[in-house]
């Protein structure tokens, strides 16, 4: 049975940091392409990050870039976002997920379809 487990969410101000770790049990997550996503209070659930299976490409949504950093360590078969600069609008769900396939073009991270295995989630709430 494969599982995702996020952690790291919590209640940050304006400006500040956190760092969001998914572990993965049942599935080697090295074989696998991964993503964030996240969706907030009576929104879809958008993208957020998403990384190829050897950490070599990334890919970011526009809102977040230049300060999300995702990457992975498959030697721990973990995969995390690094979330800096925090805004009020960063205020969501954060979900990752692990692809069907190893890397992909940037627009299949944007599709739901994409992801085969999904966590439960991990709150991030930025305050202003």
């Known amino acids: 049975q494969v599982q995702l487990v996020e952690s790291g969410g919590g209640v940050v101000q304006a400006g500040g940091s956190l760092r969001l770790s998914c572990a993965a049990s049942g599935r080697t997550l090295s074989h696998y392409a991964m993503g964030w996503l996240r969706q907030a209070p009576g929104k879809e659930r958008d993208f957020v990050a998403g990384?190829?299976?050897?950490?070599?490409?990334?890919y970011y949504a526009d809102s977040v870039k230049d300060r999300f950093t995702i990457s992975r360590d498959n030697a721990k078969n973990t995969v995390f976002l690094q979330m800096n600069s925090l805004e009020p609008e960063d205020t969501a769900v954060y979900y990752c997920?692990?692809?069907?396939?190893?890397?992909?073009?940037?627009?299949?991270?944007?599709?739901?379809?994409?992801?085969?295995?999904w966590g439960q989630g991990t709150q991030v709430t930025v305050s202003s």
């Open positions: 990384i190829s299976w050897s950490g070599g490409s990334t």
């Open positions: 997920a692990s692809a069907k396939g190893r890397a992909y073009s940037r627009s299949y991270y944007y599709s739901q379809r994409t992801y085969e295995y």
